[in-house]
């Protein structure tokens, strides 16, 4: 498996005044992060995304600085091959608005290790942070700084033209703009260089097509037909077809969750096609707002088939439903999952810190046992047995008495049927049934007796037995 993040650290970066650690295992999972709105979800990527672009970019870095702490950001990652990267920085003196010098921080390429500079530069250049307010970008395709200006200049910036591979779109179109400015009398080369860029840039929305729209149908459950041209530089030309009827005016035909899922099946499709990186990441940044909930699944189901196993996948929400579906639609075996945190201090030159919550109820409760507080490791053990007994029965499509839905049920009906489905697991199912009467029944209230400290813990222990029986039947 290629090389794959498994520890991001941040610290003194937009919210982040603190270290906060981010872990993806030593066998760098994949990672959903559930946040509410402020708590540092996209500023997660952000940082990120600037570490990698640091290996080959200038880029200032004041405006990155915590504001309360005021020091220089940090950012460093591990790798699952024991790379420990950090991020590079430098001051460089620029002259202010009367003429004055100061100090202004900013990334340092040239000081990057180059025993690590390619593995940065090669996910630097297959790597954007895809994010609602970006994909919805599409209402404004007319405009050369929207649409385009992501899917173009961003998105396909490093694709490298054929049939040499030497030169990437970015720098051809640099090149463009270059011309126009030391040349603007030398039409014919201008002319010749646009329709190069155009004719390469047709050539890949031809490439994606078939993909593109076979994923726009499972993201809409929907007839519709996209294609996508360059005609100018600066803009996108785009004919959509619904129920084989020309739309003309799309902002007129189609809803938001229908320009959702063109926005996130085209950025998927060219990612699917022609990223060939030997590292991978995929940042997807809260882009299923304007999707129906029943309208996710199908994303989840196409990251699974087809970017799962080559991709590592970062995924933030701040709906916590969607994140509770992921956390029990998605293999635990392959996925983590995180929560951000905002807490208050009484500090009032620091108001606020965010932390990241592991979201692995188990956890939870081991570390409230460790703390002392068991009626709250208690409450965590029984929360994960009912996840995984729903998720079990869901995932089996076990019927309970011609019942529909699995979460109107009683978790007991729900216990009986999947008792009577897992294959011998009869003595973990009694050691259930003894810790269930005990404490993972939400009628049962705390209990003082010095025993409740070794109930509690064997309780935890028999859910973790539980969970891999599980884990292995749904295999």
């Given at each position: 498996m290629p090389d794959r993040i498994k520890t991001l650290k941040i610290k003194n970066f937009k919210g982040f005044a603190h270290e906060i650690?981010?872990?993806?295992?030593?066998?760098?999972?994949?990672?959903?992060?559930?946040?509410?709105?402020?708590?540092?979800?996209?500023?997660?990527?952000?940082?990120?995304?600037?570490?990698?672009?640091?290996?080959?970019?200038?880029?200032?870095v004041e405006k990155y600085k915590n504001i309360f702490t005021g020091e220089n950001p940090e950012i460093m990652i591990e790798t699952t091959d024991s790379k420990r990267i950090n991020l590079t920085l430098k001051i460089q003196k620029e002259k202010d608005s009367r003429g004055g010098?100061?100090?202004?921080?900013?990334?340092?390429?040239?000081?990057?290790?180059?025993?690590?500079?390619?593995?940065?530069?090669?996910?630097?250049?297959?790597?954007?942070?895809?994010?609602?307010?970006?994909?919805?970008?599409?209402?404004?395709?007319?405009?050369?700084?929207?649409?385009?200006?992501?899917?173009?200049?961003?998105?396909?910036?490093?694709?490298?033209?054929?049939?040499?591979?030497?030169?990437?779109?970015?720098?051809?179109?640099?090149?463009?703009?270059?011309?126009?400015?030391?040349?603007?009398?030398?039409?014919?080369?201008?002319?010749?260089?646009?329709?190069?860029?155009?004719?390469?840039?047709?050539k890949i929305f031809s490439e994606i097509k078939d993909k593109w729209n076979e994923y726009v149908k499972k993201l809409t459950e929907d007839n519709i037909e996209i294609e996508c041209s360059i005609e100018k530089l600066g803009s996108l030309n785009f004919k959509i077809k619904w129920n084989d009827r020309d739309v003309r005016n799309i902002l007129n035909y189609l809803n938001e969750g229908r320009l959702n899922a063109i926005s996130l099946g085209l950025f998927l499709s060219y990612y699917e096609r022609f990223n060939t990186s030997p590292y991978k990441l995929l940042l997807l940044d809260d882009v299923v707002i304007g999707l129906d909930m029943n309208l996710r699944i199908p994303l989840l189901d196409m990251?699974?088939?087809?970017?799962?196993?080559?991709?590592?996948?970062?995924?933030?929400?701040?709906?916590?439903?969607?994140?509770?579906?992921?956390?029990?639609y998605l293999d635990e075996d392959k996925w983590e999952f995180s929560r951000l945190i905002i807490k208050d201090t009484d500090n009032h030159s620091l108001p606020f810190l965010i932390g990241m919550e592991s979201a692995d109820f188990l956890q939870k409760a081991e570390r409230y046992m460790r703390e002392g507080d068991m009626p709250a490791a208690a409450l965590y053990a029984r929360l994960e047995f009912e996840r995984l007994v729903t998720k079990y029965a869901e995932k089996?499509?076990?019927?309970?008495?011609?019942?529909?839905?699995?979460?109107?049920?009683?978790?007991?009906?729900?216990?009986?049927?999947?008792?009577?489905?897992?294959?011998?697991?009869?003595?973990?199912?009694?050691?259930?049934?003894?810790?269930?009467s005990i404490l993972l029944n939400p009628a049962v209230h705390y209990d003082t007796r010095p025993k409740y400290k070794n109930d509690v813990k064997y309780a935890i222990d028999v859910v973790k037995k539980l969970k891999e029986k599980i884990a292995k039947e749904l295999r």
């Amino acid at each position: 498996m290629p090389d794959r993040i498994k520890t991001l650290k941040i610290k003194n970066f937009k919210g982040f005044a603190h270290e906060i650690e981010i872990n993806f295992t030593n066998r760098g999972k994949n990672l959903v992060i559930y946040g509410n709105n402020g708590s540092g979800k996209t500023s997660v990527m952000e940082a990120l995304k600037l570490l990698l672009d640091s290996a080959h970019q200038e880029i200032e870095v004041e405006k990155y600085k915590n504001i309360f702490t005021g020091e220089n950001p940090e950012i460093m990652i591990e790798t699952t091959d024991s790379k420990r990267i950090n991020l590079t920085l430098k001051i460089q003196k620029e002259k202010d608005s009367r003429g004055g010098e100061k100090d202004i921080l900013f990334t340092d390429p040239d000081n990057v290790d180059p025993n690590i500079k390619p593995y940065l530069e090669a996910l630097s250049r297959s790597t954007s942070i895809l994010s609602y307010r970006g994909i919805m970008k599409i209402y404004d395709i007319r405009t050369d700084e929207d649409f385009y200006d992501l899917f173009v200049r961003k998105i396909m910036a490093y694709y490298l033209i054929p049939p040499k591979k030497e030169k990437t779109l970015i720098q051809e179109i640099e090149e463009l703009e270059n011309l126009k400015k030391e040349s603007p009398r030398a039409t014919k080369r201008i002319k010749g260089k646009e329709d190069s860029i155009k004719d390469e840039i047709n050539k890949i929305f031809s490439e994606i097509k078939d993909k593109w729209n076979e994923y726009v149908k499972k993201l809409t459950e929907d007839n519709i037909e996209i294609e996508c041209s360059i005609e100018k530089l600066g803009s996108l030309n785009f004919k959509i077809k619904w129920n084989d009827r020309d739309v003309r005016n799309i902002l007129n035909y189609l809803n938001e969750g229908r320009l959702n899922a063109i926005s996130l099946g085209l950025f998927l499709s060219y990612y699917e096609r022609f990223n060939t990186s030997p590292y991978k990441l995929l940042l997807l940044d809260d882009v299923v707002i304007g999707l129906d909930m029943n309208l996710r699944i199908p994303l989840l189901d196409m990251l699974k088939s087809d970017f799962e196993s080559e991709y590592q996948i970062i995924i933030s929400t701040f709906d916590e439903n969607w994140f509770n579906l992921m956390k029990n639609y998605l293999d635990e075996d392959k996925w983590e999952f995180s929560r951000l945190i905002i807490k208050d201090t009484d500090n009032h030159s620091l108001p606020f810190l965010i932390g990241m919550e592991s979201a692995d109820f188990l956890q939870k409760a081991e570390r409230y046992m460790r703390e002392g507080d068991m009626p709250a490791a208690a409450l965590y053990a029984r929360l994960e047995f009912e996840r995984l007994v729903t998720k079990y029965a869901e995932k089996k499509r076990l019927k309970i008495k011609f019942r529909k839905k699995i979460s109107e049920i009683p978790i007991s009906e729900v216990w009986n049927e999947v008792k009577d489905n897992l294959s011998r697991a009869k003595t973990i199912c009694k050691r259930v049934d003894t810790y269930r009467s005990i404490l993972l029944n939400p009628a049962v209230h705390y209990d003082t007796r010095p025993k409740y400290k070794n109930d509690v813990k064997y309780a935890i222990d028999v859910v973790k037995k539980l969970k891999e029986k599980i884990a292995k039947e749904l295999r």
